[in-house]
């Protein structure tokens, strides 16, 4: 298997223009996490997907934010319009869970996308 | 607010010697992992230690988990240059019975093992 795939793996762009970044999980994962990583911060959850239907998205910093899952090989999040403070290293994860169990287990991480606004 | 603290922020230590890593947590979990992420990579999972353990080893590593104090350790046994990363503790909040799929992670201790 591939692992989770991200593109772009670098991402430059000027504030106000729209970014996509996008995401393929793990065949046969059903569980899908976008994550955004800075020195400030660390590591914060924007928003997690079961089975392509968005669970919680209590981490998303506002409207300027927003992801999709058509289906169950690609995600995407979207900020429009960039804005600087945006710039980190944005990180999808993928997870499968078993029956029963109370959580999951292991994410799987993709390489991220450094994103830059200017 | 960060689940999981590690302490300490940063180590430096010789090819060889033992690193240990800590971390605290706020919540009880029903799990809590370790992750490592080298620079300028994604995180990679290493181990996972459930709410009724309290020790697992796997190859030179060994974690420990202590639900009175709410804390867990990492040890790294005869270190290697290329154990030089970020490690990073996630836990995964108890929800009352109910489900939880949400990690939250510390902000890491960035481990350097000088060759």
């Known amino acids: 298997d591939a692992g989770v795939i991200q593109s772009p793996r670098h991402e430059v762009t000027e504030m106000g223009q729209e970014v996509t970044l996008r995401c393929k999980p793990i065949s046969g994962h059903d569980y899908l996490f976008w994550y955004r990583q800075t020195m400030m911060r660390g590591l914060e959850l924007l928003i997690y997907f079961n089975n392509n239907v968005p669970i919680d998205d209590s981490g998303m910093p506002e409207d300027r934010f927003s992801a999709k899952m058509p289906n169950a090989s690609f995600s995407t999040l979207k900020i429009q319009p960039s804005e600087p403070r945006d710039s980190a290293v944005y990180f999808c994860?993928?997870?499968?869970?078993?029956?029963?169990?109370?959580?999951?287990?292991?994410?799987?991480f993709g390489p991220g996308t450094r994103l830059t606004v200017l | 607010s960060q689940q999981g603290e590690e302490d300490p922020q940063a180590l430096s230590i010789q090819e060889g010697e033992n690193a240990t890593m800590n971390c605290s947590y706020k919540t009880s979990i029903n799990n809590l992992q370790w992750y490592r992420q080298n620079s300028g990579r994604g995180l990679v999972h290493l181990i996972l230690i459930r709410s009724n353990e309290r020790e697992k080893h796997s190859g030179r590593l060994r974690v420990t988990l202590d639900t009175s104090k709410k804390s867990s350790s990492l040890l790294i046994t005869a270190s290697r240059a290329a154990d030089t990363a970020s490690y990073f503790c996630?836990?995964?909040?108890?929800?009352?019975?109910?489900?939880?799929?949400?990690?939250?992670f510390g902000k890491g201790t960035l481990l350097t093992v000088n060759p």
């Open positions: 996630a836990t995964d909040a108890w929800a009352g019975g109910g489900s939880n799929y949400k990690l939250t």
């Open positions: 994860a993928s997870s499968f869970w078993s029956s029963g169990a109370p959580t999951t287990d292991t994410q799987y």
